[in-house]
């Protein structure tokens, strides 16, 4: 059997447990055993202002691990971003991109210092020069009920952030 016939049966058998899934519990009469159609669900948009679903904590993700230096709190750090609405069920969890530093200057700020975001305080804590991270950032550890500064963060919004530690100071 060819590969391409083998994913099909598999495709086919996959469908048929889930159309036996739903098939109703008495046969005689599905419209009784079925009940009242459910209403249909609002429809999702991915990338748009409103708040996504809450992130319940910081979830840290290293995509490279760093060799150089390491950022500890009271450390000048340099970094790279790129700052996305938090939406799970969207492409890698990205919804709306608000800000960037690429192709622009690094961000430099004290490690620590509340000079951020709570959630990048915490989530770059250890990271060393070179090392690459996704942070998914609770509402808490963000902007929480306040809206950011230049409207591209709504209240309550749950963020995701690719960063770059560039340099420790």
């Known amino acids: 059997m060819q590969r391409s016939s083998l994913f099909v049966a598999v495709l ?18 599905p419209a009784a055993a079925a009940g009242p ?13 409103t708040p996504g679903p809450a992130a ?3 979830i840290v993700i290293d995509n490279k691990i760093g060799t150089g230096r390491e950022a500890t709190t ?3 750090v340099s970094m790279h971003y790129s700052g996305w609405l938090y939406r799970p ?24 210092a509340g000079r951020v975001i709570k959630g990048w305080d915490q989530g770059i804590q250890g990271m060393k020069v070179g090392g690459k991270r996704t942070l998914i950032i609770p509402s808490e550890l963000a902007y929480g009920s306040r809206a950011a500064p230049g409207g591209g963060i709504p209240p309550n919004s749950a963020l995701i952030f690719d960063v ?5 100071k």
Request: glycine share 8%; hydrophobic share 50%.
């Open 12 to 29: 086919c058998a996959l469908a048929s447990t889930v159309a036996l899934a739903q098939t109703p519990a008495n046969p005689a009469n």
């Open 37 to 49: 159609a459910p209403a249909p669900a609002a429809p999702m948009v991915v990338g748009s202002a």
């Open 56 to 58: 319940e904590q910081l």
């Open 74 to 76: 009271g450390s000048n």
């Open 89 to 112: 069920l969207a492409k890698a969890m990205h919804g709306k991109l608000f800000d960037s530093s690429v192709g622009r200057e690094p961000l430099d700020f004290v490690l620590g």
């Open 164 to 168: 770059e530690l560039i340099d420790v």
